[in-house]
C-alpha cells in the first residue's frame, strides 16, 4: 500500500523542495519563468491553510478510506486478500474470484525460518542503506524549518544485493526453494509489518506536535494506527519510512521473480519467454524507482502520509508478495507466448515507459530548473505560491500523464501470462483503482494549494489519465 493505500512508492518527481514545504498563500512570483496567463489566476480561491495541520486541524479534516471502520476492515482484507493471491497463483484453477482451493493451517503459515530469513533479509538492505551514498538529499522543509537529509544509494544496494545473490548461488545457495517459502515468508512480513506499525504508533505518542503526518492525528487510535501518527519516524539517522519506500520490498519483489525464473528453469529445462518478460519489465520498473530514488522525497507518501500500517504493509508485504503475482502464476501456469506476440508486449512496455518516463522527468526538470531548454518553452499558467502549472506537453495531453503510462506498463505486464485466467491481471485492476483514488486526493491537495490556477488547469486540460475517456 504505498501508495495510500497499498502501494508501492516509485518514480516521480523531483520538486524544487523548497519549494515543497508548508503551503501558505503567498504573493505570486514568477520564478518559474515563462509566467503567460491573466493574474487572474493567481489568486488563490481558498485561505492561505498550511499542508501540515495541527493536531486540531487534524480532527476536523475529513477522514480518508471510510474512517475508522473503514481502515479496520482494510487491515483484514488486505493481507487476506495477499494471502488469497498466494494461494490462488499455486492452485489448479488459479481463480481470482472464489474461495481459494483450501485454507493453510498456521503450520503451514508460521516458520521460524521465514522470520530468521526476513530478518537477515531486513538486516542486509539496512546494512546497505547505511553505506555510504553518492549523495545525500534534502527533503522538504518541515513545520519546523528544519530539512531531513536522506542518503541517495538505493540503485547502489539494488546492484550489490545483485552482485551478493550472485556470489551466493555459484556458491551453492539454493535460490530455486524460495518461492516454496513464500506463504511462511508472507505471514512472517505481516507479523513484522504489523510489530513494526506498534512500535511506530507507540513511540509517536512521545514526538512533538510539528514531528506529526497531517492526517494520522485524529484522536482515533484505530485509525492514526493505519494512517500513521509520525511523519517521519528516526532513530537517529536511520528514517524508517524512506528506508521501506522503496529497498527491502522492491528489491524484494525483484528477488522473488529472479527465485521464480530460476525455479522454473530447474523444473522445465530453461525459463519461459513469457518469464523472461515479465522478471525483466519489472526489473526495469524497480531499476527506474531506485535510480531516480530521490524524487521519492516529494511524493504523497514522504511528505503528507505517516508511517503506519498503511504504508508498512505495503511496502513490507503487498509489494514483495502481490506485485510478482505474474511470475507466480507463470511458475504454475506455463503460457505459450510466441515471439511476434512477444515483440508486441515489448513494444507495449517501450511506449509505456515512454510515456511515464517522459512525463515524470518533464515535471521534475521543470520542478528543479524551470529555465532548463527542455522545458523553458512549454506553456505554464502562474499560481499564487509562486509555482507554475504546465499546461503543455506531457502534462498538457491530461493531468496524470505518468499515471497513464504506469497503466500501460502494468497491462505489459499481464500479457505475457495470456488470457485464459484473470488473476494476473489483478494488477491491473487492483493498480487502476489505485491510481483513480491517488489522482482524487492529489487534486484534492492541488485545489488546496492552487487555488483557482488548479481550476484553470482542470479547464484547460480535462482529462485526469485517460485522453477523452476519463
Ligand atoms: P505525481 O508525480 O503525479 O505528482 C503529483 C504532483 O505533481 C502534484 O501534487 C503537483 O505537485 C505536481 N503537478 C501536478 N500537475 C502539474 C502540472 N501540470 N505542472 C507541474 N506540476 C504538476 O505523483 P505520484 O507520487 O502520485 O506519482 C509519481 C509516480 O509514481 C507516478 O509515475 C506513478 O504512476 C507512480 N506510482 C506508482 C505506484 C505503484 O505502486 N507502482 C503507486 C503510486 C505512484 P507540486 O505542484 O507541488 O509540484
Known amino acids: 500500500m504505498g501508495r495510500g493505500r497499498v502501494h508501492l512508492k516509485t518514480a516521480g518527481q523531483e520538486q524544487q523542495l523548497s519549494h515543497l514545504s508548508v503551503h501558505t498563500e503567498a504573493e505570486p512570483s514568477h520564478q518559474d519563468g515563462a509566467g503567460c496567463v491573466p493574474m487572474i489566476f493567481c489568486e488563490p480561491s481558498l485561505p492561505g491553510k498550511a499542508e501540515i495541520m495541527t493536531p486540531h486541524e487534524a480532527a476536523q479534516a475529513p477522514l480518508e478510506f471510510g474512517g475508522p471502520l473503514g481502515v479496520t476492515a482494510m487491515m483484514v482484507l488486505l493481507p487476506a486478500t495477499m494471502f488469497h493471491l498466494l494461494l490462488a497463483a499455486r492452485s489448479g484453477p488459479a481463480r481470482l474470484l472464489g474461495p481459494p482451493a483450501y485454507l493453510p493451517g498456521l503450520e503451514e503459515l508460521w516458520s521460524p525460518w521465514a522470520l530468521l530469513l526476513l530478518f ?209 502464476f507463470l511458475l504454475y501456469h506455463p503460457q505459450p507466448l510466441g515471439l511476434p506476440m512477444a515483440l508486441l508486449i515489448c513494444l507495449l512496455k517501450a511506449i509505456g515507459y515512454y510515456i511515464f518516463r517522459g512525463a515524470n522527468s518533464q515535471k521534475n526538470t521543470f520542478r528543479k530548473n524551470p529555465s532548463d531548454p527542455s522545458v523553458a518553452g512549454l506553456e505554464t499558467i502562474p499560481t499564487a505560491t509562486g509555482r507554475h502549472l504546465l499546461v503543455s506537453g506531457w502534462w498538457g495531453m491530461v493531468r496524470h500523464p505518468n499515471y497513464l503510462g504506469d497503466l500501460i506498463m502494468a497491462l505489459a505486464w499481464s500479457l505475457p501470462c495470456g488470457v485464459s485466467h484473470l488473476l494476473p491481471y489483478f494488477y491491473l485492476l487492483y493498480f487502476t483503482a489505485l491510481l483513480v483514488h491517488r489522482e482524487a486526493r492529489d487534486e484534492q491537495q492541488c485545489i488546496r494549494k492552487y487555488g483557482r490556477a488548479w481550476r484553470e488547469y482542470c479547464k484547460r486540460v480535462p482529462y485526469r489519465i485517460i485522453p477523452y475517456i476519463y
Open 120 to 328: 537477515m533479509w531486513l538486516g542486509l538492505q539496512v546494512a546497505l542503506y547505511l553505506l555510504p551514498a553518492r549523495k545525500v538529499a534534502e527533503g522538504m522543509e518541515l513545520k519546523d524549518k528544519s530539512r531531513l537529509r536522506y542518503p541517495i544509494n538505493g540503485f547502489q544496494a539494488l546492484v550489490l544485493t545483485a552482485l551478493l545473490v550472485g556470489l551466493g548461488v555459484s556458491a551453492g545457495l539454493p535460490l530455486g526453494a524460495l518461492p516454496e517459502m513464500l506463504l511462511p515468508l508472507a505471514f512472517a512480513t505481516t507479523l513484522t509489518s504489523f510489530s513494526l506499525s506498534l512500535l511506530l504508533y507507540a513511540k509517536a505518542l512521545a514526538a512533538p506536535v510539528s514531528a506529526l503526518a497531517p492526517g494520522g492525528n485524529s484522536g482515533n487510535s484505530v485509525y492514526d494506527f493505519f494512517l500513521g501518527r509520525e511523519l517521519n519516524p528516526r532513530l537517529g539517522s536511520f528514517d524508517f519510512k524512506y528506508f521501506c519506500e522503496l529497498r527491502p520490498g522492491l528489491i524484494g519483489w525483484v528477488l522473488i521473480n529472479l527465485a521464480l525464473l530460476v525455479q522454473e528453469a530447474e523444473l522445465r529445462g530453461s525459463p519461459s519467454l513469457a518469464m523472461w518478460l515479465v522478471n525483466g519489465f519489472q526489473l526495469l520498473y524497480v531499476g527506474d524507482a531506485l535510480w531516480y530514488e530521490e524524487s521519492v522525497l516529494t511524493t504523497m507518501d514522504i511528505i503528507h502520509d505517516g508511517f503506519g500500517f498503511m504504508l508498512a504493509f505495503g511496502d513490507l508485504a503487498w509489494v514483495p508478495f502481490t506485485y510478482s503475482l505474474q511470475a507466480q
